[in-house]
């Protein structure tokens, strides 16, 4: 019976956090509401939005209310790692509701875009050039609301003590200052920053103020959704670019390392194994791109380099966003992006993919392992590495840990290839579309349409929601619910033979 009590404090715990997210998500979503404003023949829609609001809200106020004496446990990874699991799966279920609603989308479609926006992906099954402004800033919300985290936003107007396991299981484990709910509004601060100054930056550009808003939301959460068919290309401007691109690589960064930029700390941030590792990609992919690809594409050498410097920062930030096709790229081309897309933007930011540090780690372990061969075999030889502002030394767990990671990752990546290639596509765009996917990055050759077999978009779907939590999240969490249930039931039966 213990266990059965101790099991029952636990869950109120993890259900009244889940009705701070819920309620939270709920507000939120009457965000688009504001669009009327400015569009009031868009008052057609507007219940289309306050509905699954007002029961998100509603569900929400209920846990917190049932629940309210359990909200000052301390929760552990793992339980964080639940509540983060059954937050998400609720909200993207009921961000789905107005894309059926206004749009009329098969209700798979529908989650399929809800599940795009909340993980920062950007693929899409929605024809935009249809889409009222509504539903347009309804996806941009959701990509700069998933951006930032449910957790976050949970952990920074949540009272009490969390802990860290809500941050941590979605991957935010490193914080700005030691307390977490101060760490969570922080980053809110800077992500808002980025936003702002974004649209002030594309307003001036030469976009309008409603697609400055939306591309600026787009853009710091690294989501990659558009208001115009052709992405960026719509505007074939060098100005707009070259806002995109600074927006793109901030994005890119951990939070922890914008705090050191934001505090003038440079020297972490030179020291920063991640930044380094971008400041060789970019550049090396962007001539590679340039020399194999682009220059023989497009017209003028400064059309071809734009178009190298901004497709190549674009799938390794895992953004989305786009100026050009890829139906004319060579295989060169292609297979750079596809290795950058799984590459993937930094840790404990908004970006997806492997993420640069655990790639930075193998390369110095490569490193380490040629040098520890010339040393003599009783040498003991420290293996340190900036990771944030932190000098930290790696041992074995931490290596176990990262390889089982990619190791997951390549193969999941590996089966969803496979499975678009046994739904009828070309090997080369099941393999640049399932990376896209996977990594949450946005860019697509044409596989992702409304039309696509729903084999192809349940694995497109389900491949952007592990991608965004990191597999390990989401399988733990699933098999910790399945425990506990079973130590639930049986508890229960032996107190009723009793």
């Given at each position: ?167 941590s299981a979605e991957g935010r484990s490193d914080q700005l200052v030691p307390q977490v709910r101060q760490s969570a509004r922080l980053v809110l601060v800077i992500y808002t920053g ?275 939590l990191e597999f390990m999240v989401v399988i733990v969490s699933a098999i910790k619910m399945a425990g506990d249930s079973v130590r639930l039931i049986a508890s229960t039966s032996d107190?009723?033979?009793?």
């Amino acid at each position: 019976m213990r266990e059965k009590e101790y099991l029952k404090q636990r869950y109120a715990a993890i259900l009244s956090s889940v009705g701070m997210i819920l309620l939270l998500a709920g507000v939120w979503m009457l965000a688009p509401l504001l669009v009327l404003f400015a569009y009031p023949e868009e008052a057609a829609n507007a219940l289309s939005f306050a509905g699954p609001a007002g029961c998100l809200c509603l569900v929400g106020l209920l846990l917190r209310r049932v629940f309210h004496l359990a909200s000052n446990v301390t929760l552990s990874i793992q339980e964080g790692g639940v509540i983060v699991l059954i937050a998400w799966v609720v909200v993207m279920l009921f961000s789905a509701w107005p894309f059926t609603a206004v749009l009329q989308l098969p209700f798979s479609r529908s989650l399929f875009e809800a599940v795009s926006g909340w993980t920062t992906t950007g693929l899409s099954v929605v024809d935009v050039a249809k889409a009222g402004p509504m539903i347009l800033f309804w996806r941009s919300a959701m990509q700069l609301a998933g951006g930032a985290g449910l957790a976050i936003i949970m952990m920074s107007a949540i009272t009490g003590p969390t802990g860290v396991g809500v941050s941590s299981a979605e991957g935010r484990s490193d914080q700005l200052v030691p307390q977490v709910r101060q760490s969570a509004r922080l980053v809110l601060v800077i992500y808002t920053g980025y936003a702002a100054i974004g649209t002030l930056a594309y307003w001036v550009a030469g976009m309008s103020l409603f697609d400055a808003f939306n591309h600026s939301f787009a853009a710091v959460s690294t989501g990659g959704f558009s208001t115009r068919p052709d992405s960026i290309r719509t505007w074939d401007s060098a100005a707009v670019e070259a806002v995109t691109l600074p927006l793109m690589v901030l994005g890119n960064l951990s939070f922890v390392t914008a705090w050191s930029l934001w505090r003038g700390r440079l020297r972490f941030v030179e020291r920063n194994g991640e930044v380094r590792l971008m400041a060789t990609l970019i550049p090396l992919s962007v001539a590679a791109v340039f020399v194999f690809t682009c220059r023989g594409l497009y017209p003028t050498i400064s059309k071809a380099f734009r178009v190298a410097i901004f497709e190549t920062v674009s799938a390794l930030t895992t953004t989305g966003f786009s100026t050009v096709s890829y139906g004319n790229w060579n295989a060169f081309g292609v297979f750079v992006l596809i290795v950058l897309m799984l590459i993937g933007g930094g840790a404990c930011s908004t970006a997806g993919g492997i993420k640069q540090f655990r790639v930075y780690l193998f390369w110095k372990l490569l490193i380490w392992e040629i040098r520890r061969s010339l040393l003599p075999r009783t040498a003991v030889m420290e293996r340190p590495i900036w990771e944030g502002n932190r000098r930290i030394f790696i041992h074995d767990a931490r290596l176990g840990q990262v390889g089982i990671f990619v190791f997951l990752y390549l193969a999941i990546y590996v089966l969803g290839a496979m499975l678009l290639c046994a739904c009828g596509y070309p090997l080369q765009d099941a393999l640049f579309e399932f990376a896209s996917a996977i990594g949450t990055v946005g860019l697509s050759v044409g596989v992702t349409r409304a039309d696509m077999p729903d084999v192809a978009l349940w694995a497109e779907t389900l491949a952007m929601f592990l991608g965004r939590l990191e597999f390990m999240v989401v399988i733990v969490s699933a098999i910790k619910m399945a425990g506990d249930s079973v130590r639930l039931i049986a508890s229960t039966s032996d107190g009723e033979r009793k």
